[in-house]
């Protein structure tokens, strides 16, 4: 079965710090993976997904991930953090087994600091 | 362009009352639909999916049913709902080809009192 997991509950970056995001993937085949993001009360927001080609995929807000298919990593980065960016971010795997459906992570609550 | 328009936006409905939440998608025709709850402002839970009219996925037994009655809108219901229903709903769309993502609606806090 396809799953992603979010090891961090919450990270925490000083405004201007390089931020990380950590997501790990099992999946049977080749994965397709997406990062999300969400303000609060909102609905959830695409940033960028891994289908093929590039490990490292640039999205939305600055924002980028890097896949490692050793690793079965695709961590979330971005170069220098905003207070912006605060928000919960969402890992998400699609399930290539028939079943078209997105299974998420539980999460990552980021918290940038002034 | 596509849309997704969800609503209401926030609900309050006594224990035992009956719901009704409609998503509907704009610009695209035969979408993947999805309903998600999401508790304690965390993780999604997928409570059904549809990869067609009258096609409807059930994830998780629950108080609450989902239908598709036309390509473009689904429906999430509850003939009595339970204070446990609480939490924000999110509807979602994607198109049926894997490498696609996902788009979601703004989302329904229901508080069941």
């Known amino acids: 079965a396809q799953s992603v997991a979010q090891p961090e509950d919450q990270v925490n970056v000083a405004e201007g710090n390089p931020l990380t995001v950590k997501c790990t993937y099992s999946v049977s085949g080749n994965p397709y993976l997406f990062w999300y993001v969400q303000y609060p009360n909102r609905g959830l927001q695409f940033l960028l997904k891994?289908?093929?080609?590039?490990?490292l995929v640039k999205g939305s807000y600055g924002f980028e991930a890097e896949f490692n298919k050793s690793q079965t990593s695709f961590h979330l980065k971005k170069p220098s953090a905003l207070v912006s960016d605060s928000a919960l971010y969402f890992c998400a795997v699609r399930d290539i087994q028939g079943t078209y459906k997105y299974i998420f992570g539980t999460g990552t609550r980021l918290k940038v600091l002034a | 362009s596509q849309t997704i328009h969800q609503w209401p936006a926030t609900l309050v409905q006594p224990v035992g009352s009956p719901l009704s939440l409609e998503c509907t998608v704009e610009g695209t025709s035969n979408p993947n639909l999805y309903w998600y709850r999401q508790a304690a402002g965390r993780g999604l839970q997928l409570l059904f999916y549809?990869?067609?009219?009258?096609?409807i996925s059930s994830e998780v037994p629950q108080n609450l049913s989902a239908s598709r009655p036309q390509d473009r809108q689904f429906i999430l219901s509850s003939k009595k709902l339970l204070l446990s229903d609480s939490g924000f709903y999110l509807c979602?769309?994607?198109?049926?080809?894997?490498?696609?993502?996902?788009?979601f609606g703004q989302g329904t806090r229901l508080t069941v009192v």
């Open positions: 979602a769309w994607s198109r049926q080809s894997y490498g696609t993502e996902a788009f």
């Open positions: 891994y289908i093929t080609g590039d490990n």
């Open positions: 549809s990869v067609g009219i009258g096609q």
